[in-house]
């Protein structure tokens, strides 16, 4: 069984969307391996204390983007293939909504590329 951590809901972004947010963030991580099945609507429901319409409404929305596929009577599966589109578009989005702020914040900081490097093992 995975140990589930239930993600702090903002209220700035409809929760479906930051559930996708999670799940995708989980089949990056490899929490939820290609091919694996997810966990049912209920058990998600249950698990994040959300509304199983809700969980129901994120897994629709994965399966319309391609990320899923739908097992007749048994669930939701993790596509194959898609954790390295996962990634491309991930870093896509990355380098361009997050990066840029995130540069010029360093650059204020006055933290070269080799300080920030150097904290990468650090724990």
């Known amino acids: 069984m995975i140990a589930v951590s239930i993600p702090q809901w903002s209220d700035d972004v409809p929760i479906y969307r930051q559930l996708m947010d999670h799940l995708i963030g989980r089949i990056l991580d490899q929490t939820y391996p290609e091919g694996e099945m997810l966990p049912s609507v209920r058990q998600l429901a249950s698990d994040y204390e959300i509304n199983p ?4 409404k994120a897994y629709k929305e994965l399966s319309r983007d391609g990320l899923t596929d739908k097992l007749r009577g048994e669930g939701l599966v993790v596509r194959k293939g898609v954790r390295e589109a996962l990634l491309h578009r991930e ?5 361009k909504e ?13 933290i070269d590329i080799e300080t920030l490097a150097q904290t990468f093992d650090e724990k």
């Open 53 to 56: 319409l809700t969980v129901a």
């Open 91 to 95: 870093r896509a989005k990355f380098l």
């Open 98 to 110: 997050e990066w840029p702020a995130l540069r010029a914040r360093l650059k204020r900081l006055d």
